[in-house]
């Protein structure tokens, strides 16, 4: 870190989604870093512009209104450092998760140990897994390297072999990855090792003439030790480079953010990382990022994160695929009443290839927008592995959770879609905040901290949910809500019911309640729980619906049901 | 075309739509020979025994290295298939089988800009209809109206022998038995307002391009895209069925050459202003086409609960009437 970066007051962190490019200001106001302002414009990675600039301009625009500072020129897409007049910004960070997956092929050289190392390494990136090759894949080297040649790969991620292991494998696996880039040609294709490190220097000499080759720590550097999250920074580093390569724009943005452009996911990793490790009090987080063209879900406990993106599960460009992936009923089970099938086959293809970044105009289409979003939720954290559903904090993330009419909304479709069990803070990342400052992290650790401390994320309160799959109808759970003044509300929890309690923001409130012996309030089946809860726009949220949460299957009943929860958290 | 490509044109000519404009050619597989252990020598001796180098086509069979022994006894490392050989390197041979291909013009026009690099660019004065699906082929033939109404479903009563060769257009199909009577009559293409989502699959198979202009579901044309057909019914078009690239610049699309009038070209994007010329995308109001009559300084509440700056447009799809109504800006597609 330089003295400049250090001494930055500044920063301009600018995210480039599939859908919108955002910008973030933030400043020192009166000694504490706080978030001035956000620009927000259609980003332009795909034709006519295919330059991510253009939308990066009107982005600053929105800033330049609101704040009156001159970001950019004519010459300069951004001023930076500040000019002797004043404008500018000291310090840039940028994120991207717009454009195309990154085609991909992995190998590895047993399915089981290293190709499936390499599988997680690249769960946290934003990449289409186009091919494998393995040496028990029943192919000889010239069918493997017909099947590369074929995909067509921007990028190939190699794991094989654990450390002073495999040498012969490895290397005529590295013949096949070095013939296919031959004979691919042009273009800066991008190769990750992460294997055998004894072959590290032989494998980089045998390939950096065609390819452009990164050395990551071994994924399984001993058997059954699976190490992933040094390799996955490496596969980032690649990954932003093969992106620069094609998406114009990219180059200049990783020159003025430090050569740290880095994937949106991986920042906002950082960020939670950071904030699980005691730094916050929240030591379990999840967060929950649903966009247009992909969604991530990343959980930090203590320090260690689990990062999971899925390029095909979206609201917007991946809406069909969501669908796809996901099912019909994953979808309909949110809608009120019952629509035809074709019809709702129609909206999703509608969304998904005519008008992938409109906004719903009426209640019908606010229903499937969230039913959209739940339902790549869903698929994400079931794709993800190790994921449990005990979190002391969740935040929502992405256009559509961010741009919700009322947040009582943003707030539960997380708890539709995540399942959350016990008491969980949830927060709503209006403004794009965690990946944009995790980028600002590396530069300026301070800056993160004082922002989130200062409100950047809206706290929307705390859910209490119960976990139960029985359809009882009596009470689940009886309790106390205790404020800082000594007031106390008694509640009663029964099943299938969503309801709020009173508590404001900044407040908080001494929460008891005693579960039935088969309901789980976080703590086990039976137990009481006893724990200091925040509140928030909602207050204290109290969900008797069960886990997973099931609406009811008669469209009659699922009509009512689905407009009861949403009156109950939008109508407080 | 992957490989070595030959451009056949040059800046300035003619082309017409069957013109071969390059040629080249595709790997279909490879085969990695090891040429020093089959005629037995080290990879750094095998130099004087190689009769191929690289770049070179050989037939099935024949040698690339040959090492003679005594008795005039030899050891010959020979080609499996017709191939080309690609590489040759520690004593090995890779060679890749190879098929020629031809790429041709598709539209008529004029070559523009330099040839290097293995593109070409052809430059056509003509209409552009901008499509939403596409089924991946491509062709180029005379456009036939088979629909009197922006709406009209099409449907096996339509079918006749006079559509041979025919770009097909219509509002929408009634099944997917359609799209068999189509490729049994042998048509060159088809251009669709609307269609059902249970019908792509049935689109996809079709032997000819088939291109969706508006959306998917009930309903046909727009009122300006059915007088953009109607009006240009007889002509040649080009139909381009490609699947939509938003990443890159592949859009599926329609291009009707016109004679060059030498008007410039228009404007493509630019801001939302009054008097563009817009098509609605979602909601109550979705495919219709309008001009924009009044912008919102600031947000406004939708039915929705949601907030956006909405843009006032006067629909000009009803023939005699200009019906108003109102739509977020993030809801509008402009058009030229």
């Not at chain 1, 739940?374 to 994921?387: D, Q, T």
Request: hydrophobic share 45%; aromatic share 4%; glycine share 12%.
């Amino acid at each position: 870190m330089t003295n400049q970066e250090h001494r930055a007051q500044t920063i301009l962190a600018i995210d480039f989604g599939a859908a919108t490019t955002r910008a973030n200001l933030f400043d020192v106001v009166e000694g504490v870093y706080r978030h001035i302002a956000t620009g927000e414009a259609p980003s332009t990675f795909g034709a006519p512009y295919r330059d991510v600039l253009e939308g990066l301009r009107h982005a600053l625009e929105d800033i330049q209104a609101v704040t009156g500072r001159r970001l950019y020129s004519d010459q300069n897409p951004i001023i930076s450092p500040v000019d002797p007049d004043g404008h500018g910004v000291d310090l840039v960070t940028a994120t991207s998760s717009g454009g195309p997956a990154l085609r991909a092929v992995l190998v590895g050289l047993l399915p089981q140990f290293s190709l499936a190392a390499a599988a997680r390494a690249t769960e946290g990136a934003h990449l289409q897994i186009v091919e494998t090759l393995s040496l028990t894949d029943g192919r000889t080297p010239q069918q493997q390297l017909d099947a590369v040649y074929r995909a067509r790969p921007e990028l190939i991620v190699f794991a094989g072999g654990k450390d002073d292991g495999a040498r012969e494998s490895v290397l005529r696996l590295t013949e096949t990855i070095g013939l296919a880039c031959y004979r691919l040609g042009g273009g800066e294709r991008q190769v990750v090792y992460a294997g055998n490190a004894a072959l590290k220097d032989k494998v980089s000499s045998l390939l950096s003439t065609i390819a452009d080759v990164h050395i990551a720590p071994n994924v399984q550097p001993t058997l059954g030790a699976v190490t992933t999250l040094s390799a996955g920074q490496e596969l980032a580093r690649a990954t932003i480079a093969a992106r620069a390569g094609s998406i114009g724009g990219l180059r200049e943005m990783a020159a003025y953010s430090q050569g740290r452009l880095l994937p949106t996911a991986q920042a906002a990793g950082v960020l939670l990382q950071f904030m699980s490790k005691g730094t916050t009090p929240w030591r379990r987080i999840l967060y929950a990022d649903v966009g247009s063209q992909s969604t991530a879900v990343i959980a930090a406990i203590d320090g260690k994160l689990n990062l999971r993106v899925d390029p095909d599960l979206g609201v917007g460009l991946s809406a069909a695929a969501t669908l796809r992936s996901e099912g019909l009923e994953a979808f309909a089970r949110w809608l009120p009443g019952e629509p035809a099938v074709d019809a709702i086959r129609d909206f999703v293809e509608t969304k998904s290839r005519v008008a992938p970044h409109t906004v719903p105009v009426n209640a019908d289409d606010l229903y499937a927008e969230a039913a959209l979003a739940r339902a790549a939720l869903r698929g994400s954290l079931r794709r993800a592995r190790g994921i449990t559903n005990r979190h002391d904090l969740i935040i929502g993330g992405g256009a559509t959770l961010a741009n919700t009419p009322h947040p009582g909304l943003a707030a539960l479709i997380l708890l539709d879609a995540l399942n959350p069990v016990g008491a969980t803070l949830l927060m709503l990342d209006r403004h794009h905040l965690v990946p944009t400052l995790g980028a600002t992290a590396y530069f300026n650790p301070l800056a993160p901290v004082q922002v989130l401390e200062n409100g950047g994320l809206l706290t929307l309160g705390t859910a209490l949910s119960l976990g139960t799959t029985g359809r009882a109808t009596s009470a689940l759970a009886h309790g106390k809500l205790t404020d800082e003044d000594g007031g106390t509300v008694d509640f009663e929890i029964t099943a299938g019911v969503l309801k709020t309690l009173p508590l404001s923001a900044g407040r908080s409130a001494r929460l008891t309640v005693k579960p039935r012996r088969d309901v789980d309030a976080g703590a086990g089946p039976g137990r009481a729980v006893n724990t200091r809860v925040l509140g928030g726009s909602l207050g204290v949220v109290l969900d008797g619906r069960g886990r997973p949460c099931q609406p009811p299957t008669d469209p009659a009943e699922r009509a009512e049901a689905l407009q009861t929860w949403m009156h109950a958290l939008t109508e407080g | 075309m992957a490989g070595a490509t030959e451009v056949l044109v040059t800046e300035g000519q003619r082309v017409a739509s069957g013109d071969v404009i390059a040629r080249g050619e595709v790997t279909d597989a490879h085969q990695l020979l090891d040429l020093a252990a089959r005629v037995g020598v080290r990879a750094d001796k095998l130099e004087p025994y190689l009769l191929k180098r690289e770049g070179d086509l050989i037939k099935k069979g024949e040698a690339v290295a040959r090492k003679r022994g005594l008795l005039g006894t030899s050891r010959s490392a020979t080609a499996p298939a017709d191939s080309r050989l690609v590489l040759l390197d520690g004593g090995k041979a890779l060679l890749a089988s190879v098929r020629p291909v031809e790429l041709r013009a598709g539209l008529p026009g004029t070559v523009v800009g330099p040839t290097s690099g293995g593109v070409v660019t052809i430059e056509t004065a003509g209409a552009v209809l901008s499509g939403v699906w596409g089924n991946g082929r491509d062709d180029f033939s005379v456009l036939r109206m088979q629909t009197a109404e922006p709406g009209t479903v099409l449907h096996g009563g339509l079918l006749e022998a006079s559509l041979r060769g025919a770009v097909v257009a219509g509002g929408s199909v009634l099944d997917a038995g359609f799209f068999e009577g189509l490729a049994e009559i042998e048509v060159s293409g088809l251009i669709l307002g609307r269609i059902s989502t249970s019908l792509l699959a049935a689109a996809e198979k079709a032997p000819f391009p088939v291109l969706v202009v508006e959306g998917f579901g009930e309903g046909g044309f727009s009122l300006p895209v059915f007088a953009l057909l109607n009006g240009n019914a007889g002509r040649e078009v080009w139909l381009n069925a490609c699947a939509w690239d938003r990443n890159g610049s592949d859009r599926p699309e329609a291009i009707i050459p016109l004679p060059a009038n030498n008007a410039p070209l228009l404007p493509v994007g630019g801001p939302l202003v009054e008097g563009k010329r817009v098509r609605i995308l979602r909601g109550p109001e979705a495919g219709r086409v309008g001009h924009i009559t009044g912008l919102s300084d600031r947000p406004m509440l939708l039915p929705s609960g949601i907030r956006a700056r909405l843009a006032v447009i006067a629909l000009d799809d009803v023939p005699g009437q200009r019906p108003t109504v109102s739509a977020p800006f993030a809801n509008l597609e402009l058009l030229i």
